[in-house]
């Protein structure tokens, strides 16, 4: 008998919540993933299947588009949003089957689209961009360097306008991020300082992986600040 390959991908269905339909969605069996390594800013690189690339769920039929693990918790005036802003201009279309880094990004860049409209929290915006850059690094895009820059802007508004203190965990890594996307953007300055304070959050004190990230990261941006002082001192 033939081997069957099993896809690490699979079908299923699933209600949409402002529209009430039944749609289909793809998932990833995490059984059958090859992890290979990450970035310092948590860019995951996989053998095979990025299981990052299905994360996205798009309703065919009204258009709302959602992170897999916030699909179902779309308040009630982000339905009224949705159905006021994006349903009227949406034509009907599946998202199923296999994903590459292309098709990953225009889902995902729908879930910006549908979070903006419902006036998510901004660092979830941050991260959501920083998720689209990590596709277009894969593919080597400059536009990467783009949606850097918003997650860096997003973050920037959420340190200011959000009551991030309230959680320690995401107020560490909202700073965290700051800082090491403010390094590959080559603002070294601000990447010293936000990773600094990353250093110094409540959060830090129970997470010592994002400790050391944070401490070999904040260590080349002051090589790399302390190089571009000399540069400008000449
Ligand atoms: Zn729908």
Request: charged share 30%.
């Amino acid at each position: 008998m033939a081997d069957k390959k099993i896809d690490a991908f699979y079908e299923t269905e699933v209600i949409c919540p402002v529209c009430g339909e039944k749609i289909q969605v793809t998932k990833t069996r995490s059984k059958m993933l090859r992890f290979l390594k990450r970035d310092p800013d948590n860019c995951p690189y996989y053998e095979d299947t990025n299981p990052i690339f299905y994360t996205a769920y798009v309703c065919s039929e009204c258009g709302y588009a959602a992170l897999e693990r916030d699909f179902d918790k779309v308040t009630e005036s982000g339905k009224a949003e949705v159905m006021n802003k994006i349903t009227p201009k949406w034509k009907k279309r599946k998202f199923v089957g296999k994903r590459d880094a292309y098709a990953a990004i225009e889902v995902h860049r729908l879930v910006l689209l549908n979070y903006t409209i419902m006036h998510v929290p901004f660092s979830e915006l941050g991260k959501l961009c920083l998720k689209i850059a990590w596709l277009y690094r894969y593919l080597d895009d400059p536009k990467e360097r783009d949606f850097l820059q918003h997650a860096y802007d997003m973050f920037e508004k959420s340190y200011t306008n959000e009551p991030l203190h309230e959680n320690p965990a995401n107020e560490v890594n909202v700073l965290f991020l700051m800082g090491e996307v403010a390094r590959q953007l080559e603002n070294y300055k601000m990447s010293v300082e936000w990773l600094g304070m990353a250093l110094q959050a409540e959060g830090m004190r129970e997470n010592q992986a994002l400790e050391r990230v944070t401490r070999d990261q904040w260590a080349e941006a002051k090589v790399a600040y302390s190089k571009m002082k000399k540069v400008e001192g000449n």
